[in-house]
């Protein structure tokens, strides 16, 4: 008895709802995953094959051939000649393809295309796999992702027990070379199989081999590693080495441990040939609202004296440090979190490297943030650490860490009241601080003139500010702002042993202040450009201060008087320093604006002294934060800035201050950037003349450059230095060459740094090596140094 088959010719586009093309659909849209498994992606377990077979219920598959046969006897379907199907997303073009229901297979021929609805698209002469996609073969398969990751296979299987195997799989991550498209890629994976595990999430390499333009550079005859979509997999890490004449020659080996869904362990090993080994632990926690880690590091140094005689790597050796970090989001508003480093000398992590607490200068702190719409709070508790290998004696180590201070608390905050007081502004500025510190800190600074950066012992000072101020603009365009506030400070202070003429005890001062400012914007325009000028004129009425130069300064030793303080009601950096007096402020505001986008901003003005006492005049005050400041008479120095932009890739800002009498430069701050594509250019320029009341003797000069140009379109040359005109001396320079392109990127680069020799410059060479998709390597090698060569984890 012959078979019965029914054949159909399609012209045309067709909406086939029939239950034997929803199988044939739905099998082809699961066999089109399957070659996806080259990008990365493990194949699916009974559980998420699952979620592949849950298609839209009302999905219709639209089907294009030029015939369709229908074999009932054999329960086979099949659709030949430009095949094309649209089912759930999913684009499927073929020679031929046809179904099985017996054997549950289905099979497609022949330029076989298939459109993910993720863009990646798969390319193969021959599919044959189950509709449950548990086992299959794929023959002369290629895969492109949207991100541009290229994989190809002379064949593929799949296993029931949820294995690929890719037979003679390529994998890259570069472009074809648009010239040359048949030449071999700049990087690219080759190996003879490639077994993806779906359970085990794994991708495993048997007689794999790396290629760099077409040439093996590496080969590894077994390897393996956790697929893309395993974010974290317990393994060794790639080991490191290197070598330094302090630490002889070492290798470094980390083991990763996924302890749970939320949480990791690393464990790492470091044997120096010199030193013996260092044991580092870094345990990270996930958690709903936040996250935490821990580290701990140590070591037993076999030999101290190889470091440089009396500094504090020499003198000890059992070596430790413990050190944290959180972050938890109470709500959104509040912020809760800590930074904490704690170890047995003053420089072991800094000298070790421990990755995360490096810094010169550590600051623990535990804090907690709030933030509501105009206000703010932030409550910390701070000690500040110095990691310093230059303190040549253990005394004089403590002594100099017992003068970092211990702030507990610090209390800073903000509001601004949303609705208007006499149809005005209201804001509210509080700080509390409670500052301890063990040991006096001052520094002499010669003539017999003592700076005292910090006393011994405890001040605890709480600072409130409440302020009004109301904008009213006149019909005739004149802008006027008067303005109110007071504030109040409490202090108590306890000194243990300075011998220095400072307040101790309790007192308070309050300083009300009433303020005027007018301006008035000047507009004028021409055929290719528009102009603002804008004099502006403040007034600020005060008393006199008691208990100012003489009282304890944290948070005020620095003063910068330049164009952006001019107008500030108060110049002094913190709260430790209040100005007091009647002063006035007056300048002229320009911006200009020009048709080929060039656009210009520019301020001049002067502060003046009016009445009362100048609190920048003060000889009593314990770091002379006024002297040399160019506020310190009655007629301040002049102050200006400037800044350009254009359109055409030219940024200038410069900032200057002028004597008040003979216009000499005072204080100038300067950078200039020029960019276009193949080429970008920077300078910057500092003077800041002699502040001898200030402990600064001599003038300081700076000039910087940085300049990168690119040779072609992938290699570029880029070098920077910076000179101190003042010493003659070039305080660093670096020169480099890179390489970019879609999937290759290669830094060299060598960089040298100065203090006070020229004959004696710390040098460092750095590189850099990136293969897109797979990492980043990256190493330094220094003179006389710990030696570093690092690889980019990524986990």
Same mark, same amino acid.
């Given at each position: 008895?012959?078979?019965?088959? !029914? ?29 996806? %498994? ?31 046969i229908y074999d009932n006897d054999n329960e086979t379907v099949t659709a ?68 541009? +990751? ?14 690929t195997v890719f037979h003679h799989g390529v994998y890259t991550a570069c ?15 080759? /190996? ?28 590894? *005859? ?5 697929? !893309? ?95 944290? +970090?959180?972050?938890?989001?109470? @709500? ?31 600051? @623990?702190?535990?804090? %907690? ?35 970092? *201070?211990?702030?507990?608390?610090? %209390? ?5 009241? &949303?609705?208007?007081? /006499? ?36 001040? /605890? ?57 007018? &301006? ?273 984890? @990524?986990?």
């Open positions: 008895m012959l078979p019965v088959r !029914s054949r159909a010719h399609c012209d045309c586009r067709h909406a086939i709802p029939t239950p034997r093309f929803l199988a044939l659909a739905l099998a082809l849209s699961l066999s089109a995953a399957g070659p996806a %498994l080259l990008t990365g992606f493990a194949g699916p377990t009974p559980a998420n094959a699952q979620e592949l077979s849950q298609t839209d219920p009302d999905a219709q598959l639209f089907l294009t051939a030029d015939e369709l030949s000649g430009n095949v094309q199907l649209e089912y759930d997303g999913k684009n499927i073009v073929a020679d031929r393809v046809s179904y099985n229901q017996k054997t549950r297979r289905v099979k497609a021929f022949g330029n076989v295309e298939i459109l993910e609805p993720d863009g990646n698209r798969i390319y193969a002469q021959e599919i044959d796999i189950t509709d449950d996609f548990g086992e299959g073969f794929v023959n002369a398969l290629r895969v492109e992702t949207p991100d541009n +990751t290229r994989v190809a296979a002379e064949s593929a299987e799949r296993f029931a027990d949820q294995k472009e074809p070379c648009k010239e040359k498209p048949d030449s071999a890629p700049l990087w690219q994976i080759k /190996a003879q199989k490639v077994i993806m595990d779906g359970v085990e999430k794994t991708v495993t390499y048997k007689h794999a081999r790396f290629e760099l333009w077409g040439l093996p550079i590496a080969y590894f *005859p077994y390897f393996s590693h956790a697929d !893309s979509s395993v974010k974290r997999k317990s393994g060794f890490l790639t080991p490191q080495i290197g070598t330094s004449d302090e630490f002889g020659f070492w290798y470094r080996q980390s083991y990763f441990w996924v302890t749970g869904d939320s949480h990791d362990l690393k464990l790492t090993a470091t044997k120096f040939t010199k030193q013996g080994v260092l044991a580092q632990a870094n345990w990270r926690h996930q958690l709903e609202n936040g996250f935490y880690n821990i580290k701990i590091a140590g070591i037993d140094q076999q030999s101290p004296d190889e470091f440089a005689t009396n500094t504090s790597d020499s003198r000890v050796d059992d070596r430790a440090m413990f050190g944290s +970090t959180g972050r938890f989001t109470i @709500n959104p508003r509040w912020t809760f979190g800590w930074d904490v480093l704690v170890q047995s000398d003053n420089n072991f992590s800094r000298t070790y490297k421990v990755k995360g607490y490096t810094a010169s200068t550590f600051t @623990n702190r535990v804090f %907690l943030n709030g933030l509501n719409d105009r206000s703010f709070f932030d409550l910390a508790a701070k000690r500040y650490l110095v990691q310093n290998n230059g303190l040549t004696d253990t005394a004089l180590a403590f002594s100099f860490e017992s003068q970092q *201070p211990t702030v507990l608390p610090v %209390l800073d905050y903000n509001y601004v009241k &949303s609705e208007d007081v /006499a149809g005005g502004e209201v804001s509210l500025d509080v700080n509390i601080a409670n500052i301890i510190r063990n040991s006096l800190n001052e520094v002499n600074i010669g003539g017999g003139e003592i700076r005292t950066h910090g006393i011994d012992g405890e001040t /605890a000072r709480a600072s409130a500010d409440l302020s009004w101020k109301k904008t009213v603009t006149t019909a005739g365009g004149l802008s006027v702002t008067p303005s109110l506030s007071i504030r109040g400070d409490w202090t108590a202070t306890e000194i243990w042993n300075s011998s220095n003429a400072v307040s101790e005890g309790t007192y308070s001062r309050f300083m009300p202040t009433a303020g005027l400012e007018v &301006s008035y914007p000047i507009l004028a325009q021409t055929e290719n450009s528009s102009h603002v000028f804008e004099p502006i004129a403040q007034v600020f009425a005060r008393p006199d201060l008691a208990f100012s130069g003489i009282a304890p300064n944290e948070d005020s030793q620095s003063l910068v008087f330049d164009a952006s303080t001019l107008f500030q009601r108060d110049k002094f950096s913190g709260y430790d320093r209040i100005e007091s007096g009647t002063r006035a402020n007056i300048g002229l505001r320009y911006s200009g604006q020009f048709d080929n986008g060039l656009n210009l901003d520019g301020m001049i003005g002067q502060s003046f002294h009016l009445a009362g006492e100048n609190p920048y005049a003060r000889t009593d005050d314990l770091v002379n934060v006024g002297e040399n400041s160019g506020l310190e008479s009655d007629r301040s120095d002049l102050v200006a800035s400037l800044s350009l932009t254009s359109a055409f890739g030219l940024h200038f800002n410069t900032q200057a201050r002028f004597d008040q009498e003979s216009y000499d430069i005072k204080r100038s701050d300067s950078t200039m950037s020029y960019s276009k594509s193949w080429y970008s250019f920077a300078a910057n320029y500092t003077y800041i003349d002699a502040q001898p009341q200030y402990a600064f003797q001599d003038r300081r000069e700076q000039v910087g450059f940085s300049a990168s140009m690119k040779i072609t379109e992938d290699w570029r040359v880029f070098g920077t230095a910076q000179y101190n005109m003042e010493s003659d001396l070039v305080v660093s320079d670096q020169v480099g060459l890179s390489y970019h392109d879609e999937c290759f990127t290669f830094t060299l680069a060598f960089s040298e740094s100065r203090s006070s020799s020229v004959s004696d410059p710390s040098r460092a060479m750095t590189f850099k090596i990136g293969f897109r998709t797979i990492g980043d390597y990256e190493g330094q090698i220094t003179d006389a140094s710990f030696e570093e060569f690092t690889n980019n984890e @990524n986990f």
